[in-house]
């Protein structure tokens, strides 16, 4: 099992910037898939940006390519979403997800068996 804890979250304002992180602890973090998912009041919970084990492989929602980047800092055990360019429609509770069954990026959250506890973002116009 992989325990993961969000920091990063915050307010800002459209066009600013804020990046997310996701700390993890189990020997599992190594082999696992990790994702970012979010969810906004009335929303379903969707899938925001991907990375494979290695790092080789990331996989984003199409409402944030381009303006997000997912990366993996493995000295420190954690998964970072770096998001600029921040639109209104960003704002949401934003989930780290892991699973070490996955050996490719998937979008769904039931692909996904460890979750973090939620960041909340947003972004003000």
């Known amino acids: 099992q992989v325990q993961l804890v969000e920091s990063g979250g915050g307010l800002v304002q459209a066009g600013g910037s804020l990046r997310l992180s996701c700390a993890a602890s189990?020997?599992?973090?190594?082999?696992?898939?990790m994702a970012w998912f979010r969810q906004a009041p009335g929303k379903e919970r969707e899938f925001v940006a991907g990375?494979?084990?290695?790092?080789?492989?990331?996989d984003y929602a199409d409402s944030v390519k381009g303006r997000f980047t997912i990366s993996r800092d493995y000295a420190k055990n954690s998964v970072i979403l770096q998001m600029n360019s921040l639109k209104p429609e960003d704002t949401a509770v934003y989930y780290c997800?892991?699973?070490?069954?996955?050996?490719?990026?998937?979008?769904?959250?039931?692909?996904?068996?460890?979750w973090g506890q939620g960041t909340q973002v947003t972004v003000s116009s």
């Open positions: 990375i494979t084990w290695s790092g080789s492989s990331t």
């Open positions: 997800a892991a699973d070490p069954r996955n050996t490719v990026v998937l979008t769904t959250t039931p692909s996904y068996g460890d």
């Open positions: 189990g020997r599992a973090f190594r082999i696992s898939t």
